[in-house]
Protein backbone atom coordinates (compact mmCIF):
# COMPACT_ATOMS: atom_id res chain seq x y z
CA UNK A 1 0.00 0.00 0.00
CA UNK A 2 0.96 3.58 -0.50
CA UNK A 3 -0.23 6.52 1.10
CA UNK A 4 -0.58 9.74 -0.27
CA UNK A 5 -0.98 13.07 1.56
CA UNK A 6 -1.51 16.35 -1.19
CA UNK A 7 -0.59 20.10 0.44
CA UNK A 8 0.03 23.45 -0.77
CA UNK A 9 -3.29 24.73 -2.07
CA UNK A 10 -4.87 27.72 -1.35
CA UNK A 11 -6.51 30.98 -2.81
CA UNK A 12 -4.24 33.20 -5.01
CA UNK A 13 -5.06 35.92 -7.62
CA UNK A 14 -4.60 35.47 -11.44
CA UNK A 15 -1.28 35.62 -12.68
CA UNK A 16 -0.09 34.29 -9.39
CA UNK A 17 1.81 30.58 -8.26
CA UNK A 18 1.20 28.10 -6.18
CA UNK A 19 3.40 24.85 -5.40
CA UNK A 20 1.32 21.58 -4.59
CA UNK A 21 3.50 19.17 -2.75
CA UNK A 22 2.73 15.20 -2.69
CA UNK A 23 3.73 13.18 0.26
CA UNK A 24 4.54 9.50 -0.26
CA UNK A 25 4.66 6.66 2.15
CA UNK A 26 4.33 3.03 2.20
CA UNK A 27 5.65 0.82 -0.72
CA UNK A 28 6.55 3.60 -2.92
CA UNK A 29 9.09 1.78 -4.33
CA UNK A 30 6.57 -0.23 -6.21
CA UNK A 31 5.45 2.95 -8.51
CA UNK A 32 6.42 3.36 -11.80
CA UNK A 33 4.44 6.87 -12.39
CA UNK A 34 3.07 9.51 -10.27
CA UNK A 35 0.50 11.50 -11.16
CA UNK A 36 -1.74 14.99 -10.64
CA UNK A 37 -4.80 15.19 -11.59
CA UNK A 38 -7.80 17.92 -11.39
CA UNK A 39 -11.58 17.78 -10.80
CA UNK A 40 -13.52 21.63 -10.98
CA UNK A 41 -17.44 21.61 -9.73
CA UNK A 42 -19.71 19.62 -12.19
CA UNK A 43 -16.85 18.20 -14.59
CA UNK A 44 -15.08 14.76 -14.64
CA UNK A 45 -11.54 14.28 -13.05
CA UNK A 46 -9.03 15.74 -15.92
CA UNK A 47 -5.15 15.10 -16.07
CA UNK A 48 -2.99 17.07 -15.36
CA UNK A 49 0.92 16.40 -15.44
CA UNK A 50 2.34 13.16 -14.75
CA UNK A 51 6.34 11.77 -14.30
CA UNK A 52 7.99 8.66 -14.28
CA UNK A 53 9.69 7.61 -11.00
CA UNK A 54 12.81 7.78 -12.53
CA UNK A 55 12.03 11.70 -13.59
CA UNK A 56 13.27 10.97 -17.23
CA UNK A 57 9.79 11.58 -18.71
CA UNK A 58 7.02 13.76 -18.01
CA UNK A 59 3.76 14.27 -19.46
CA UNK A 60 1.56 18.17 -19.46
CA UNK A 61 -2.21 18.35 -20.15
CA UNK A 62 -2.29 21.09 -23.35
CA UNK A 63 -3.79 23.62 -20.84
CA UNK A 64 -1.05 23.73 -18.49
CA UNK A 65 2.39 23.42 -20.94
CA UNK A 66 4.43 25.90 -20.24
CA UNK A 67 3.21 27.11 -17.09
CA UNK A 68 3.06 23.94 -14.43
CA UNK A 69 6.38 21.86 -13.82
CA UNK A 70 6.00 18.02 -12.42
CA UNK A 71 9.24 16.98 -10.27
CA UNK A 72 10.14 14.37 -7.93
CA UNK A 73 12.24 13.91 -4.68
CA UNK A 74 12.69 9.98 -4.28
CA UNK A 75 15.12 10.45 -1.14
CA UNK A 76 12.11 12.06 -0.20
CA UNK A 77 9.42 10.30 -1.40
CA UNK A 78 7.69 13.98 -2.40
CA UNK A 79 6.26 14.90 -5.94
CA UNK A 80 5.57 18.86 -6.88
CA UNK A 81 3.51 20.67 -8.75
CA UNK A 82 4.81 23.94 -9.62
CA UNK A 83 1.93 26.04 -10.97
CA UNK A 84 2.54 29.58 -12.36
CA UNK A 85 0.66 32.28 -14.43
CA UNK A 86 -2.26 30.34 -12.46
CA UNK A 87 -5.84 31.29 -14.33
CA UNK A 88 -9.25 30.78 -12.72
CA UNK A 89 -10.14 27.98 -15.03
CA UNK A 90 -7.45 26.40 -13.25
CA UNK A 91 -9.47 26.40 -10.16
CA UNK A 92 -10.08 22.74 -8.92
CA UNK A 93 -9.35 20.31 -6.22
CA UNK A 94 -5.81 18.60 -7.51
CA UNK A 95 -5.14 14.89 -6.80
CA UNK A 96 -1.67 13.34 -6.56
CA UNK A 97 -1.73 9.50 -7.47
CA UNK A 98 0.87 7.29 -8.09
CA UNK A 99 0.69 4.16 -10.45
CA UNK A 100 2.24 0.83 -10.85
CA UNK A 101 1.94 0.25 -14.60
CA UNK A 102 0.26 1.80 -17.20
CA UNK A 103 -0.39 5.03 -18.87
CA UNK A 104 0.32 8.25 -17.35
CA UNK A 105 -2.72 10.13 -18.24
CA UNK A 106 -5.42 7.70 -17.79
CA UNK A 107 -7.52 8.05 -14.25
CA UNK A 108 -8.17 4.69 -14.39
CA UNK A 109 -5.04 3.20 -14.40
CA UNK A 110 -3.62 4.81 -10.76
CA UNK A 111 -3.54 2.34 -8.21
CA UNK A 112 -3.64 5.25 -5.24
CA UNK A 113 -5.08 8.64 -4.33
CA UNK A 114 -4.55 11.31 -2.48
CA UNK A 115 -7.25 13.34 -0.74
CA UNK A 116 -6.89 16.13 -2.82
CA UNK A 117 -6.60 20.11 -2.00
CA UNK A 118 -8.15 22.94 -3.19
CA UNK A 119 -6.94 24.98 -5.62
CA UNK A 120 -8.72 28.76 -5.91
CA UNK A 121 -7.69 31.22 -8.46
CA UNK A 122 -9.64 34.60 -8.71
CA UNK A 123 -10.03 36.75 -11.75
Known amino acids: QVQLVESGGGVVQAGGSLRLSCAASGRTGSIYVWGWFRQAPG ?3 EFVAAIVWS ?3 TYYADSVKGRFTISRDN ?3 TVRLQMNSLKPEDTAVYYCAAAKRGSSMVADEYDYWGQGT ?3 VSS
Request: charged fraction near 35%; aromatic fraction near 0%; hydrophobic fraction near 10%.
Open 75 to 77: TRN
Open 55 to 57: GTN
Open 118 to 120: QVT
Open 43 to 45: KER
